[in-house]
């Protein structure tokens, strides 16, 4: 999942993505009263071993994420930095007692990727319902979306992309298991 993932983000944003080595469980922000993992910690985490020659650095795992004002978080991002960390707990079909879809996984999985990774690149939620931007509070908003940008998002994420190349030399991105 991880490679297609990787291969997703490098046809979309024309960057290399590497797969890193896995890492264990972020027992480290577990929180025992909601059962769930703050992903906060997690990218706060994430910020503290990122690459210093990437655009990107993603975390991807399957333990329930929430903010402290949120049930559930299917992504967390650092607003025009470098970390994210996307879920795939509540992507799951059977998390809704559906049966086990690896195709309809990997797609919520790579829309949820791309989201986050144009937030890394200062982008905003967008009103097209359809775009990758459009926030997903239920997972009927993910299903909706496309795995990719509506035109003005694209400009902006292509723009951006190219800035953060050509000013800064990021080499690509990264997704860690």
Known sequence: MLDRIARHIEMRCSVACRVSAKTDIPEYAYDERRCQYNSTTILKHLI?????????????THVDLFVPILKYVFGLAEMEGRCAVISMCRLRPEFYDRSPDLNLLEE??????????????GLTHCKNRRCVMY?????EDTDIKRADFCPTCSELF????????????FKGSEVQG
């Open 48 to 60: 503290g071993c990122c690459p210093d020659d990437v655009l990107g650095y993603l975390g991807v």
């Open 108 to 121: 919520r999985v790579k829309k949820t990727a791309l989201h986050e990774l144009g937030h890394l690149l």
């Open 135 to 139: 926030s997903s509070v239920r997972i």
């Open 158 to 169: 292509t723009w951006r992309v190219d800035t953060c190349v050509t000013v800064h030399g």
